[in-house]
């Protein structure tokens, strides 16, 4: 089954529509992580910087960097986990290569965002990752905080429609 989730940024949605076309076409496997992610998966809009994929750890990444770059992204940088890329818009997309990440890209259930059908890392497999993150002590404290309060995002601790903030 599919589900449905909706976004407010445009740029983000347009940088996620073609990015997910793009490696879909290509045959790379791939689920959408991160903030855009918790907000799929608990149901409340999470404002986030960019749009992160985790891309299989066993994709070559130059074949995942071509593919970008053919669909108009531009490479910003290489690192040892991540490859940044910015989409013609301006946002920002961060693509993770992580074997603890290659399970849970398995995993991953179809969402309908927009037009596009999109693999979500599922709720769970969510929390896993942030509960890695928080732990890292060379994780900056403000991202860690956000970390934690992701987990609780995705176990249910949200606000009712009325409830306010």
Do not use: C, Y
Not at 23 to 36: Q, V
């Amino acid at each position: 089954m599919v589900g449905q989730a909706t976004m407010t940024g445009s740029d983000q949605l347009e940088a996620l529509t073609e990015a997910v076309a793009a490696l879909s076409a290509a045959g790379h496997r791939f689920a959408l992580i991160g903030g855009l992610a918790v907000g799929v998966r608990s149901g409340v809009p999470r404002a986030t910087m960019d749009v992160d994929l985790a891309v299989a750890s066993t994709e070559p990444r130059p074949e995942v960097v071509a593919t970008l770059v053919a669909a108009g992204f531009g490479l910003r940088g290489e690192h040892e986990h991540s490859l940044n890329f910015r989409h013609p818009s301006g946002e920002p997309v961060q693509v993770a290569f992580d074997e603890h990440f290659d399970v849970f890209i398995e995993r991953a259930g179809p969402v309908t965002v927009g037009e596009v059908v999109v693999p979500v890392v599922l709720a769970d497999d969510l929390i896993a990752m942030k509960e890695r993150a928080a732990r890292d002590p060379g994780r900056r404290r403000s991202k860690a905080l956000r970390d934690l309060a992701d987990i609780e995002l995705l176990r249910g601790d949200a606000p009712g429609p009325d409830e306010g903030w």
